[in-house]
């Protein structure tokens, strides 16, 4: 009888897998080309400022049907993914960003039953307002029928995203899926109108080692620094040479999902934020934060993964910020509001005010309160600031 069973299970197994494996391939099949293009990233504003808005860990699901996770309990019968939904809706009309990021576990795979549907829904937001988007994975978005690669390549067909695969590098191997980077050009009447004043990168975090002699999450690979060295010399060369030479390199920005292990020596007395849960980092240290340090350009770098950390550090020269946990099917605090980090880019200008590079870059929390509070405003970096070592 035992036997029996055995077999039985077997031919369920082999089953489920079979069905598993056909949704798959119609899911990722089912993405189409864009029908929207998208054009370029420029400071655009009167103001001359560029605003990115961060999105961390929305670990979206199945939509009215998710219920919330560490709220209050009067607050668990009418609260879902849509409260997640309706947030990003809040912090686009209240910011009214240039770009929308999201750093990770943007779905919850485990809990979808359709991670086609789920990651429609999780952007959606951003794609009716009409707002390019970018996003990296974290290690949920993957947990479903889908894998990373297939949930990266689903996002990349999406209306209004930037993001991309994995850029082509001299025929090598890239690890992960979703690095790449974004050029920022400047003000379109400027003498900088063709060049990138600010440089986005994007890289993938990883989600758990794949060394079978370390355990925990995984981490950005040697590969994938090869590519960000590679790239951030070309764009610094490029704006430093004619037409409209610059002295000084653009300044950049970099966001994945994953927090450096650099970040566990921050104490509450030398950040701006809150600590309070410890910092779930890879066990293995690949460096990136020396390889950010040598390229000379990165002024800040964002990630999420932890939901209970919102703070910014300095360290070497370059801010290590968390964003905050923004969705509700995420784990959080009852009592501590969900959370969103937005960063802005200032242009500075001559004696005769045309506009020329970028001046200054700062950043601010909104809470998903009442009041959509803002918190915490900073300055990351200024052109004027003396790296502190």
Not at 122 to 150: C, M
Not at 336 to 357: C, H, I, N, T
Request: proline share 5%.
């Amino acid at each position: 009888m035992a036997a029996l069973e055995h077999s039985r299970s077997l031919l369920v197994e082999a089953f489920l897998f079979i069905i598993l494996s056909t949704t798959a391939a119609c899911v990722v099949s089912t993405a189409t080309a864009k029908s929207v293009p998208v054009p370029p990233l420029r400071f655009k504003n009167t103001n001359g400022q560029f605003k990115i808005l961060q999105v961390a860990d929305m670990h979206y699901a199945d939509g009215q049907s998710t219920k919330c996770l560490d709220v209050f309990p009067s607050q668990v019968s009418t609260c879902s993914d849509l409260n997640t939904t309706a947030f990003v809706k809040r912090m686009i009309k209240a910011e009214q960003p240039d770009l929308i990021v999201f750093t990770g576990d943007n779905i919850f795979g485990a809990d979808t039953k359709d991670p086609a549907t789920s990651l429609k829904a999780s952007f959606e937001p951003a794609i009716s307002a009409k707002l390019p988007l970018a996003a990296v994975l974290g290690n949920h978005d993957q947990e479903s029928i889908l894998t990373r690669k297939q949930v990266m390549e689903h996002i990349v067909p999406m209306d209004y995203t930037l993001s991309k695969v994995n850029p082509h590098f001299h025929g090598k191997k890239i690890d992960g899926f979703g690095n790449y980077n974004l050029e920022v050009k400047g003000m379109k009447d400027s003498k900088l109108k063709g060049k990138s004043v600010l440089n986005l990168y994007f890289l993938d975090s990883g989600d758990y080692s794949t060394d079978p002699n370390i355990t925990g999450y995984g981490w950005i690979k040697p590969s994938q620094q090869a590519w960000f060295k590679k790239a951030s010399a070309k764009l610094q060369k490029t704006y430093k040479s004619k037409p409209s030479e610059q002295a000084e390199s653009a300044p950049a920005l970099v966001y994945f999902h994953i927090p450096l292990p650099e970040v566990k020596i921050f104490r509450n007395s030398s950040i701006i934020g809150i600590k309070q849960e410890p910092i779930s980092c890879p066990k293995y240290n690949s460096g990136f934060l020396k390889t950010m340090v040598q390229a000379g350009d990165v002024k800040a770098a964002f990630t999420g993964h932890d939901h209970l950390n919102d703070f910014c550090g300095s360290l070497r020269g370059i801010e290590l910020c968390y964003a905050g946990g923004f969705g509700y099917h995420a784990y959080g605090k009852a009592g501590w509001p969900r959370r969103s980090r937005v960063v802005v880019a200032s242009l500075e200008k001559d004696a005769q005010g045309d506009w020329k590079g970028v001046h200054s870059i700062t950043t601010w929390k909104r809470l998903d309160d009442e009041h959509l509070s803002k918190i915490d405003t900073q300055t990351l970096w200024t052109k004027t600031r003396l790296k502190s070592f």
